[in-house]
């Protein structure tokens, strides 16, 4: 399966107060063509900051100390401003967790997506409005040539998320990055939207999936990387990692799934420690039913298995 994007060693922090927080933590992990890869972390995990580094939309005050992000045979972060607008939407598209946010309210659905393929294909308004409604049609918008002439106020939240895919389509991206899609809709709609991401992946897109919920993605994903305070704690294929877990974090995840009915339902100990809570050692030690002293001191890497999962704990260390 060829790699499409690759992250080697991505660290990165955050200035406070003259303080430096580091909050992702030697962060590695490739992107396949045609995949979905889902990243599955608590709320300030990182996983969002992860995948906003890669177009460099990232807060004032964060910093990335080292690491690549090989992209087409050039590292990301060394590109300039210009370069990387020439790749944010057009080769890598953004699908945020609230429509609202990148619709504008004040225009209609038309106006502002044609203005979007226009400005990225460089075609004319008649072009613009056919890729418009065809991608419209291909995330299964009803009537799209009623709903095109919408105001976002007069669309569900589940058909504004289409409309932000579908214009994210329309620009014919290499690579979507999905962060949280469904979590601002209700149930029968998230499932919907995760099928469409799953019949665009099946076109030949690769998806980069952000989730706090194991369990929701769990039908869609094709890889899954398990993060907790900033670090990769495993990642496999789905399959392998649903089948045989083997962080202590993951497992636990997996027991507080409420469909795993095999098991009783078991609650993670403790709480995540906060950005500015620097911890020695393995990150996870203080909820960990398996720490020893060491696991307080040494930082354990991710470390490739006999199945192709790599696991950053004491007990499968390389
Ligand atoms: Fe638990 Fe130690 Fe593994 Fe961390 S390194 S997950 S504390 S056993």
Redesign the pocket.
């Known amino acids: 399966m060829e790699t499409l994007l690759k992250i080697n060693n991505l660290n990165l922090g955050f200035e406070i107060d003259d303080k430096f927080y580091p909050a992702i933590k030697d962060l590695s992990f490739e992107l396949k063509k045609g995949t979905i890869h889902a990243i599955i972390g608590e709320s300030g995990s990182g996983k969002t900051m992860s995948v906003m580094s890669i177009i460099k939309l990232l807060p004032k005050n964060a910093k990335i100390t080292s690491g690549e992000i090989l992209f087409e045979g050039k590292n990301l972060l060394n590109l300039k401003e210009n370069e990387i607008n020439k790749i944010r939407g057009k080769k890598i598209a953004l699908i945020p967790q609230d429509p609202m946010t990148s619709l504008n309210p004040l225009y209609n659905i038309e106006n502002q997506m044609i203005e979007a393929v226009i400005e990225h294909k460089k075609c004319s308004k008649k072009e613009a409005y056919d890729i418009a409604i065809n991608k419209l049609k291909e995330v299964n918008v009803y009537e799209p040539e009623k709903k095109i002439k919408a105001y976002p106020f007069e669309l569900s939240g589940g058909i504004k998320q289409r409309v932000i895919i579908a214009t994210a389509l329309a620009l014919e991206p290499d690579i979507i990055i999905a962060d949280e899609p469904t979590t601002a809709l209700d149930v029968t709609v998230q499932a919907q939207i995760l099928e469409i991401l799953k019949e665009i992946k099946n076109k030949g897109k690769s998806i980069i999936l952000i989730s706090h919920d194991l369990g929701v993605v769990s039908s869609y994903a094709d890889f899954i990387s398990i993060m907790y305070s900033g670090r990769i ?1 495993e990642n496999a294929p789905c399959r392998v990692l649903f089948k045989n877990p083997k ?3 993951t497992k636990a995840l997996i027991e507080a799934l409420p469909y795993n009915k095999e098991k009783k339902l078991k609650n993670i100990k403790g709480t995540p420690s906060p950005v500015n809570e620097i911890i020695e ?5 203080k909820r ?5 002293d ?2 307080k001191s ?1 930082i ?1 890497h991710l470390c490739q298995q006999e199945d192709l999962s790599n696991v ?4 499968y260390d390389c």
């Open positions: 704690v962080h202590p974090y050692g393995c990150e996870f030690h960990c039913d398996y720490a020893e060491i696991c040494k354990f950053a704990c004491r007990l």
